[in-house]
């Protein structure tokens, strides 16, 4: 009898997703007994023995797996409730179907299981022919099992039921009123407890009122499974943040409370630390504190800190978790994840392939390299890059941008192993916080966004009329905002240096993306100041500039009655759909890469100090495709010139560097108006091309074929062409990129340029057997328009609608 009275109080592992591994479950239950929770229920929904092929029993090598985690869990004082999901295809009327089940049942029964779960959650109403001739309603039949297994296991302490409509908006046509809940509560033995989330699937807050309707139609408290913390909805988001919404004194009108976190089990100390905080605070000998949950969250931060600078090795992981890193996958509701039958079978770590560099004048690495030097160039990056094909040593490091051999200016290296610090620790908190509230830094982030964007007409082109201080306020913004994009980098980089390599597995591919989408944004702004166009302009104009971005925010999406999948990408996605480019969930949704660097990276728009560098970079990169062989009489400047010259003499606005700690390493060239740019080029460029190599000169012997190959590069384009693709871009990017990621995030950063000021699209010649860049620019929505119009017979013309 105390058993069926004691308040159950713990974690649920019922996300849909990979399951978590036998060494994570054991530290779990290590966190829980010392957090005072004492209930975990076995659910995954992509172990396929339990939910899709639940029939088959489990392997006596799972059988021994099993019995260790429950005894596991019985010696730290915790109650181990094994769950069964068999509502997909299960037949209620079949006897064998029944046999099965208990088969099923008696086995995890002899294991040493003592509380058991009978789940009928996300699955169809509808019952086949045989069911419909057997029972009144499919509550019935749920039901007439559920008492039945009930009956057969001896009638334990803890059994629960997990209803089809397990919330108040899964209720048809309400909770009182619902026919399925009112059978529910009429014909269920009264011992066996009912599983409710609220009246959201993730309920924002839990209310006396609501849970008082909902124990009155089912005739008992209800168990309340909480999805608070779940991110199996959405790839790009995790949550961090406290256990809020729920009062203590809700424990009076409870059977007990489960939450079901993330599936990334390193990202879960915080909710589950505060949960136990929220469990005492309700208890006998503390029911008179109050549960604060910024308190809660301070203490779970303060032994997180200990924890997050451990020297763990990813040995507490699942071998194969190493691929989480690697390819998240989509996380929507789903039964056909699982990798394996069963989450107990053991599994072997699967080859790492190889990440192939986004230049074409670079081979991919090849595939017979070892594992430990590719791992290694992907933490660490490369200290020197190696003297280029061509060039002394002591021209390395020519160039006001440094060279490569020297930081960028204004940031710092950050490699090596590390540790996390309080203040990285809390900005991690509040960008990744809870599904229906950002975090104090997310709240920065996006109002300072939304701010800028609004304003940016005081900085535009022409914007003569701008009061000073609307200047002075809107570049005081900014910097507050791109300081923020910093940090972000600056906290990527600790995550992957830092010396717990657990943690790092499971929140690479978060922060990894949001670098990313900040990264963009903040070459965004920087590119707004003096270069968006405005009203004078007949391309575009700053009043238009709310076509081009999002008109809602995640916040104003998620309302009260809102589920918080109706918008997807949390900060990340909020941050993208800022831009002028948002809508294109290509540019930003694309799986990390699979050696995590520590790299700082950043990418900006064009100053005019950066021309040395980039010509020496593009003459490194011809060269390779040369096979580094460069005629002694041959001007410096005449790959450079040709290649990057026209734009950056006539549009530089339209270029982006890319730079590392050793200075440049990658570019993108745009054109707004292809048009005009090649009458500008025959009227400026070219004569001061024939100016600067004049035929008889001796260092130029082809001067003559030099100038005639850049008049062809100028050469007019069909309007069929540019009536639906007016611009153009050209990128180039050094093959040592360690994260290839950082090219698409310079490209997109040239695509929320060009629409910015009225581009509805852009077009780039490629080679065909440049497969590696055709490939890339494929994967951004790019696609082949037209063959033979290109400048070289051979080229191929691939354009991209904005």
């Not at 409730?81 to 068999?86: D, F, M």
């Not at 040395?612 to 011809?622: C, D």
């Not at 994260?739 to 910015?756: C, I």
Request: proline residues 6%; hydrophobic residues 35%; glycine residues 8%.
């Amino acid at each position: 009898m105390e058993e069926k009275k004691q308040f159950l109080c713990g974690v649920v592992e019922g996300f849909y997703g990979r399951p978590w591994s036998m060494d994570q479950r054991r530290v779990l239950f290590q966190w829980m007994q010392g957090w005072g929770l004492n209930t975990y229920l076995y659910g995954p929904k992509d172990d396929l023995k339990h939910r899709l092929l639940w029939r088959e029993v489990y392997s006596p090598e799972e059988e021994g797996q099993l019995r260790t985690l429950i005894a596991e869990a019985q010696s730290r004082g915790l109650k181990f409730v094994y769950a069964l999901s068999p509502g997909q295809d299960i037949v209620f009327s079949s006897s064998c179907d029944m046999t099965l089940l208990k088969r099923k049942l008696r086995q995890v029964s002899d294991l040493g299981c003592q509380a058991f779960a009978i789940l009928f959650d996300d699955i169809d109403h509808s019952m086949c022919q045989a069911d419909s001739e057997a029972f009144a309603s499919f509550a019935h039949a749920q039901v007439t099992v559920t008492n039945e297994m009930y009956r057969f296991l001896g009638e334990p302490p803890v059994f629960l039921f997990c209803p089809t409509e397990y919330c108040g908006s899964l209720c048809s046509p309400s909770v009182s009123k619902s026919p399925y809940l009112q059978t529910v509560g009429e014909d269920l033995l009264p011992d066996i407890n009912v599983i409710w989330t609220g009246s959201k699937v993730i309920s924002r807050k839990l209310s006396a009122d609501c849970l008082a309707e909902v124990e009155s139609v089912l005739q008992r408290p209800p168990l309340i499974w909480d999805n608070l913390h779940a991110n199996d909805y959405d790839s790009r988001r995790l949550f961090l943040g406290p256990f809020k919404g729920r009062e203590p004194q809700l424990r009076s009108q409870l059977r007990g409370l489960l939450l079901n976190p993330n599936c990334e089990f390193e990202a879960n100390y915080i909710p589950l630390h505060t949960l136990g905080s929220w469990y005492r605070a309700g208890g006998e000998e503390t029911k008179d504190e109050e549960y604060c949950p910024d308190r809660a969250l301070s203490a779970a931060l303060h032994d997180w800190m200990e924890e997050l600078n451990q020297p763990l090795q990813a040995g507490r992981q699942n071998p194969r978790t190493d691929q989480r890193a690697s390819a998240p996958a989509s996380r929507c509701k789903t039964p056909d994840r699982s990798e394996c039958s069963s989450t107990f079978r053991g599994t072997t770590a699967v080859a790492k392939l190889p990440v192939f560099p986004l230049n074409s004048g670079s081979p991919p690495p090849s595939p017979t390299k070892a594992k430990g030097e590719r791992e290694g160039e992907g933490r660490e990056g490369e200290r020197k890059r190696p003297n280029q094909p061509g060039q002394p040593a002591n021209q390395q490091a020519q160039g006001s941008g440094g060279g490569r051999g020297q930081k960028a200016q204004g940031r710092g290296h950050c490699g090596g192993k590390g540790m996390l610090s309080e203040s990285q620790v809390r900005l991690l908190v509040g960008l990744y916080y809870l599904p229906h509230e950002h975090g104090p830094s997310a709240q920065k982030l996006l109002q300072d966004l939304t701010w800028l964007k609004s304003n940016c007409h005081a900085v535009g082109a022409n914007s003569k009329k701008a009061a000073p201080q609307k200047v002075d306020e809107w570049r005081g913004r900014a910097s507050r905002f791109l300081s923020l994009c910093e940090d972000i980098a600056q906290l990527h980089c600790s995550v992957v240096g830092g010396a717990n390599r657990a943690v790092l597995y499971d929140l690479y591919p978060y922060v990894w993306d949001l670098r990313n989408t900040a990264l963009v944004a903040k070459a965004f702004i920087c590119w707004l100041d003096g270069r968006v166009l405005s009203d004078s302009s007949t391309l575009g104009s700053w009043r238009n500039c709310f076509h081009w971005c999002g008109k809602t925010t995640g916040a104003d999406l998620l309302g009260v009655d809102s589920e918080p999948w109706v918008f997807k990408g949390g900060v990340s996605g909020e941050v993208q759909m800022l831009l002028p480019i948002g809508g294109s969930s290509e540019l930003f949704t694309h799986p990390p890469p699979l050696f995590p660097t520590s790299r700082l990276y950043n990418v900006r728009p064009y100053h005019g100090k950066d021309k040395v560098e980039l010509y020496r970079m593009v003459r490194q990169l011809h060269l390779r495709t040369q096979g580094g062989q460069e005629s002694s009489t041959a001007h410096p400047d005449v790959v450079g010139d040709r290649c990057l010259g026209p734009c950056l003499a006539l549009c530089p606005e339209y270029t982006f560097i890319l730079e590392d700690e050793l200075g440049v390493c990658g570019c993108v060239l745009g054109v707004l108006d292809v048009r005009s740019f090649a009458k500008r080029c025959q009227a400026t460029w070219i004569p001061a091309m024939r100016d600067k190599y004049p035929p008889k000169v001796h260092h130029a012997p082809n001067a003559q074929d030099l100038i005639q190959l850049m008049e062809e590069d100028q050469g007019e384009y069909p309007d069929s062409l540019l009536y639906h693709f007016p611009s153009q871009l050209r990128l180039d990017a050094l093959p040592e990129l360690v994260d290839v990621s950082v090219s698409r995030t310079l490209l997109t950063a040239l695509l929320a340029a060009l629409k910015a000021n009225g581009s509805q699209g852009v077009f780039c010649e490629v080679q065909p057997t440049d497969r590696q860049r055709l490939e890339f620019l494929t994967k951004l929505g790019f696609l082949e328009i037209l063959r033979g119009e290109a400048r070289s017979r051979e080229g191929v013309v691939l354009g991209r609608l904005l």
